[in-house]
Structures are given as C-alpha cells and as structure tokens.
C-alpha cells in the first residue's frame, strides 16, 4: 500500500474547505485512499471522517492508497491539496 | 443533483448557502426557501413548492431538502402534499442538523453522488462533532 507523509500548512488545520478539496481529489480515483493522523484513520472520501480527525496546523499526516490507481492518486492529491499541505520529500513508501 | 435549504431566516439560509458552495465548489446546485412571503422570519409552503419544482428541473437526480426547526417540517410537508407522487419520488427530506447536513452533502453532490448517497452524508451530521479532539467544558 503506497502511502505519502504530508505536513499540514494551513494555519486552520485540516478544516472544512481543505477537508472537502481532498474529498473531491480523493474520490476521482478507484483506490481506497485513507489519511491517518498519529493512531487514527480517515476515509479520505469522507468528509464527515475527515473533519473527525481533527487535524491541525504542523500536524504530520500519512495518505495511504491501495489499488489499480494507487500511485497516481497519491501523486494527484500531493500535487493538489499543496496549499494546504506539503509532501515530506523522501518519505514516499511504494 | 440539487440541495434545498428550508429556514425560517432568508438571511440564514442564504449565508448558508454562501458557506456551502465555498466549501463544496459553485457546481453544487443550491437554492434557498426562507423567511415569509412578506419578508418576515417564517417558513412559506407556497415558497417550498416553487423551490423544490424550480430544483426538480434542474436535473435528473433529484432534491434532497435540509430545514432548521419547528414549524419548518409543517411547510415542507404541506408542500410535498402539493406535489404530484412523481415529483415526490424524487425528493428526500433529511433529518440532518442543518448547517452540518448541507455541508456534508453538498460536498457528496460535488463529488457526484446520488440522492441516497447525498442523503446518507447528510444524515452522518447527527453524530458529528463540534469540536472534534478538543475538550469541552459544557
């Protein structure tokens, strides 16, 4: 399962304008995408689980995807969601 | 697929509508029924009716309807009542709190959801929290 490790730069968090951007980049794809925040776990196509995370400003998050279009979709939501988030370079796990 | 925003408050619904389609994107179809006839706070049957018909043609998929409280579910169902059973097919009423609900399911619609699914985000606001790992000292 690929995954990102992404920190979160905007200074309200993951809240519910970013929150929806990654709900609607997440859901172009086939694959399960998940966000987990330190031991919890978010659907990533799922705006109510997504603002249940409760992730704020610094907060490290993994984005992980399983599926045909895995490597893309991590590759899109990095790119998209950058105002929001910067991907930690080196940390991509295939 | 449409939103429908029932309020007692013009104001209100259409501040929330502004709140929804910056959060879900403007491809989200949004309108609003709010306040009286005369421009009083209050709900308007009559409103409810041309809103949900103007919404019903919109699009193929249908309404999901969002209201704040009271006497709002007596005006949306007198207005459903004027409805013929095929356009009533075709509209979900949600329970869902109303500001959560229509954030929730405006993003579902963004993301091209169909009405049950659009209806089944919306009715996920009943157990959202409003302060995810905060604390509270209610």
């Given at each position: ?94 | ?62 309404v999901l309807v969002l209201l ?71």
């Amino acid at each position: 399962m690929p995954e990102i490790r992404m920190t979160v730069v905007d200074e309200a968090g993951l809240h519910a304008r970013p929150a929806a951007r990654f709900v609607q980049a997440a859901s172009r794809f086939a694959s399960r995408i998940v966000i987990r925040n330190g031991e919890h776990e978010a659907d990533a196509k799922s705006l109510i689980s997504l603002l249940g995370l409760a992730v704020r400003l610094s907060s490290v998050i993994t984005v992980a995807a399983e599926g045909s279009d895995a490597e893309a979709a991590l590759a899109s939501l990095a790119t998209e969601l950058s105002p929001y988030v910067t991907p930690i370079p080196g940390n991509t796990i295939s | 697929m449409s939103l429908v925003l029932v309020s007692h408050s013009k104001a209100l619904a259409e501040g929330l509508r502004d709140m929804v389609v910056q959060v879900a994107g403007e491809s989200v179809h949004v309108a609003v029924a709010g306040g009286t006839a005369d421009g009083r706070l209050g709900t308007n049957a009559e409103a409810i009716v041309d809103t949900l018909r103007a919404s019903l043609a919109d699009g193929p998929d249908g309404v999901l309807v969002l209201l704040d409280l009271g006497s709002a579910w007596l005006s949306v169902e007198m207005a459903l009542e004027e409805l013929s059973d095929t356009e009533r097919a075709r509209i979900v009423v949600s329970e869902a709190p109303l500001v959560e609900g229509a954030v929730l399911a405006a993003v579902q619609a963004s993301v091209g959801g169909t009405l049950a699914e659009v209806a089944a985000a919306a009715a996920g606001a009943a157990s959202m929290s409003k302060a995810p790992g905060g604390s509270s000292n209610a």
